[in-house]
């Protein structure tokens, strides 16, 4: 074998980053697609309230997954648990079709002691699909970072999941 040249090196490093775009892109398509199948489908438990739309739903996991990229994203309800107590959760994301449901019902009592939005998506499935894992995720939690480029995506977020309160 012979050694590469560094053109070679670059069109190959171009070629990766643009099949990994081409993936990420896919991955958000499918689960766009399955929230879409899920919402129609499912029949929520009465206790999953606020329940997101199927637009919403698509936002929120969208900026889950953009959370997970720049590592502002606990998974799990005792991950979820801590930034609440802790203090540095923007909003939780909680999902609808856990089984059973009161293990994580303690969120949205806590939540609201800390003046923290939270939402019920349809899918356990979809949010551990946005959060970057291949298992189901029932609990997660959109941190704080003062320099984050998510910042505005997040308020505006934020404001659509407090008009679901109301």
């Avoid at 199948?37 to 637009?55: C, I, T, V, W």
């Amino acid at each position: 074998m012979g050694r590469r040249t560094r053109g070679e090196d670059e069109r190959t490093t171009s070629t990766a980053r643009e099949t990994d775009r081409n993936d990420s892109a896919r991955a958000t398509q499918d689960y766009h697609r399955f929230i879409e199948r899920r919402a129609d489908m499912a029949e929520a438990n009465p206790k999953a309230y606020p329940l997101a739309d199927a637009q919403l739903t698509i936002t929120i996991l969208d900026i889950v997954q953009q959370a997970s990229n720049y590592k502002q994203l606990k998974k799990g309800a005792n991950e979820a648990t801590k930034t609440l107590n802790r203090g540095i959760s923007e909003f939780v994301v909680l999902a609808a079709d856990t089984e059973p449901l009161e293990i994580l019902l303690h969120l949205p009592l806590l939540a609201e002691d800390k003046n923290v939005p939270y939402v019920f998506v349809p899918s356990k499935q979809a949010l551990g699909r946005a959060c970057g894992v291949s298992r189901p995720v029932i609990a997660a939690s959109v941190t704080t970072n003062e320099g984050s480029q998510l910042k505005q995506q997040i308020q505006n977020l934020k404001d659509a999941i407090e008009k679901l309160l109301i």
